[in-house]
């Protein structure tokens, strides 16, 4: 059994910053790429940052310069440095990775977190 749990969200100001945390626990063998998507309500899950397991990271447009997303190889553990917050990235953030199991090591799964609301707001 494999869990992704987030942690690290609430309600902020605008321009206020907030930090997401996401464990990956269980039969894992290796974790490749480790992501933070987003939903708003009414809108479609998006993606918002992607790490590899060798570092690499992409961003979508509306957060570049604001998030950072970093990952700790050794914890199984992904992390989201959100500043400069605005009204606009208010949403429901789920933690997803693509990892592989100890009992299936051919095969890579693709697993996601509960959700952790964010949201900003005066």
């Known amino acids: 059994q494999v869990q992704l749990v987030e942690s690290g969200g609430g309600l902020v100001q605008p321009g206020e910053s907030l930090r997401l945390s996401c464990a990956a626990s269980?039969?894992?063998?290796?974790?490749?790429?480790m992501d933070w998507y987003r939903q708003a309500p009414g809108k479609e899950r998006a993606l918002v940052a992607r790490?590899?397991?060798?570092?690499?990271?992409n961003y979508a447009d509306s957060v570049k310069g604001r998030f950072t997303i970093s990952r700790d190889n050794a914890k199984n553990t992904v992390n989201l440095q959100m500043n400069s917050l605005k009204p606009e990235d208010t949403a429901v953030y789920y933690c997803?990775?693509?990892?592989?199991?100890?009992?299936?090591?051919?095969?890579?799964?693709?697993?996601w977190g509960q959700g952790t609301q964010v949201t900003v707001s005066s």
């Open positions: 997803h990775a693509d990892l592989v199991l100890t009992t299936t090591p051919m095969t890579t799964y693709s697993y």
């Open positions: 269980g039969s894992i063998l290796r974790i490749n790429a």
């Open positions: 790490i590899t397991s060798g570092g690499s990271t």
